[in-house]
């Protein structure tokens, strides 16, 4: 099967995954896929589940959303931040989401970044079960 090389970028990092045969990204418009041979393109994510394919392999991240550059045989992700499933603190997640609930629902501080870190908490607990 074809591959094409994956390179994850964050602000506090860089990780090369080497060939990668899908990608599978929570695209602002909704989930997208890239294999060999993708149509070169920039494509904004946002929060979600990140899976891809390697060596025959499934793995799935934790994103808050960033970008997806697709250029020739080469993808790479400019992402907020990221965390594989195997590196979720379950328990810190399941913690934030109710801080977060809590600060909501008796409307205490910005409720726009409450919603956001419910989203968080969910998506980090979902990706988490993996």
């Known amino acids: 099967m074809s591959s094409f090389q ?10 090369d995954q080497g060939e990668v045969t899908y990608l599978r990204c929570p695209g602002a418009d909704g989930l997208f896929g890239v ?6 393109g920039l ?8 899976k891809l394919t390697k060596e025959g ?3 799935y991240f ?9 250029i020739g045989e080469k993808v790479q992700l400019l992402l907020e931040t990221i965390e594989e499933s195997t590196e979720i603190d379950s328990d810190r997640a ?6 977060a609930t809590f600060r909501l629902s008796n409307g205490e501080g910005d ?14 607990l979902k990706v988490s079960g993996r």
Do not use: D, Q, W
């Open 43 to 50: 494509f904004a994510l946002s929060a979600g589940e990140i």
């Open 57 to 59: 392999k499934s793995h």
């Open 35 to 40: 294999m060999a041979g993708h149509t070169p």
């Open 62 to 70: 934790a994103t808050s959303g960033g970008f997806a550059e697709v």
């Open 6 to 15: 994956l390179e994850i970028v964050t602000p506090t990092k860089t990780v």
């Open 111 to 124: 409720l726009k970044r409450a919603r956001r870190a419910i989203a968080r908490a969910k998506n980090r």
């Open 94 to 99: 399941r913690e934030g989401l109710e801080r």
